[in-house]
């Protein structure tokens, strides 16, 4: 085994690792990093992100390579979807480059918490951003905060890539129309619970949104966009109420470079019966292969794999995936940061 400790025992969780860095931002501009030891933050009790769900965070994976070297995937669009959950929510949006710089220190500062290369797990940076200052009305708070902790973690779904199975809600919806499906922000996940806890409860890994104006359309998983293949075709949601995910975004540009066509366009729900494989995709879920799909509202189940094995093009996908995120082969598209100082 190469450098690394051992990733083979982490689940999708918090482990606790050496440092945090955050940033205050007072008086309209953001403050000096500072780095912390503590896993707590000093906060007011009427602080907004407490009373009024202004919080909104993000997920990046720091991947230890094949040479050893540390690589960050995307980051700058990690960054940029944070400004966009930051408009949102009325807070202010933490720079590119404060976003990054703060990501370097603590890959840095963690190093030895990111996992050895061939055990599929990485070290998972969670940026926040907080409103701190107190209010009783409903208005935005004057102060914030950015946070980044780390943690390594293995794969969202338990099975790894092998298949899960799904289940598609229709009693709860994650998102508005016109609401804050866009944004990733902590108040989508809360709205979630209770729905991923009916679909786990009834033995699926997780749950499937259906588009919340009609119904008739898929979403997305409650932490993870989904794909389908139809033939030729890699086929997935276009929807205003899901999370425009960074790895969907990236597997769209490997689905053609591998000979795929590429439809982004709402999916009526009879339409899984056509799919010849389905996926969930995103940092944490990686690229997870559905076995099944059970809708409770028509009773039928939608099956995708028989043997439990995922089908070839999902694992293609996969293939090509990690092998740029690992560094096993050239990254053509220029996604990936090597931390050439670590
Ligand atoms: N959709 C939701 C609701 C998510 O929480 C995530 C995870 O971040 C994704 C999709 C996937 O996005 P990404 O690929 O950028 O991690
Ligand atoms: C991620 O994939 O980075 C996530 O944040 C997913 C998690 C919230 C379920």
Redesign the pocket.
């Known amino acids: 085994m190469g450098k690394g400790i051992d990733g083979s025992k982490f689940r999708?969780a918090y482990y606790k690792t050496d440092y945090n860095a955050r940033c205050y931002y007072s008086n309209g501009k953001w403050g000096e990093i500072e780095i912390s030891d503590s896993e707590f933050i000093p906060i007011h009790m009427a602080a907004t992100c407490l009373q009024y769900g202004q919080e909104a965070?993000?997920?990046?994976?720091a991947y230890r390579g094949k040479d050893d070297s540390i690589r960050v995937f995307r980051l700058e669009k990690n960054a940029e979807r944070l400004q966009s959950s930051c408009r949102g929510l009325m807070m202010p949006e933490v720079p590119t480059e404060l976003f990054c710089d703060v990501a370097h220190q603590v890959v840095k500062l963690n190093e030895r918490w990111i996992p050895a290369y061939g055990s599929g797990a990485a070290l998972?940076l969670?940026p926040l951003v907080l409103g701190m200052s107190p209010q009783v009305g409903v208005h935005y708070a004057k102060e914030y905060l950015f946070v980044m902790f780390a943690t390594p973690v293995g794969p969202?779904f338990i099975n790894g890539f092998a298949t899960n199975d799904m289940m598609i809600i229709r009693d709860y919806d994650r998102a508005a129309p016109l609401g804050t499906g866009q944004f990733?922000v902590g108040a989508n996940?809360a709205g979630s619970l209770r729905a991923n806890e009916v679909a786990r409860n009834m033995g699926y890994a997780c749950e499937i949104y259906l588009d919340p104006k009609e119904k008739k359309y898929l979403d997305e998983c409650?932490?993870?966009n989904v794909f389908g293949i139809k033939g030729d075709t890699y086929v997935t949601p276009l929807s205003d109420t899901i999370l425009p995910s960074i790895?969907n975004m990236s597997l769209q540009v490997i689905a053609r470079d591998i000979g795929l066509k590429v439809e982004c366009r709402p999916i009526l729900v009879e339409e899984l019966a056509d799919f010849d494989e389905f996926c969930a995709c995103?940092?944490?879920?990686i690229v997870s292969p559905v076995g099944k799909v059970f809708d409770p509202g028509t009773g039928v189940t939608y099956q995708f794999s028989k043997d439990g094995k995922p089908g070839k093009w999902s694992k293609a996908l996969y293939d090509r995936l990690l092998a740029i995120q690992f560094g096993e082969i050239a990254d053509s598209y220029n996604w990936v940061k090597v931390y050439d100082d670590l």
Do not use: Q
Not at 57 to 61: I, T
């Open positions: 999708f965070f993000e997920g990046v994976k998972y969670r969202y990733k996940y409650g932490g993870a790895t995103g940092t944490g879920a």
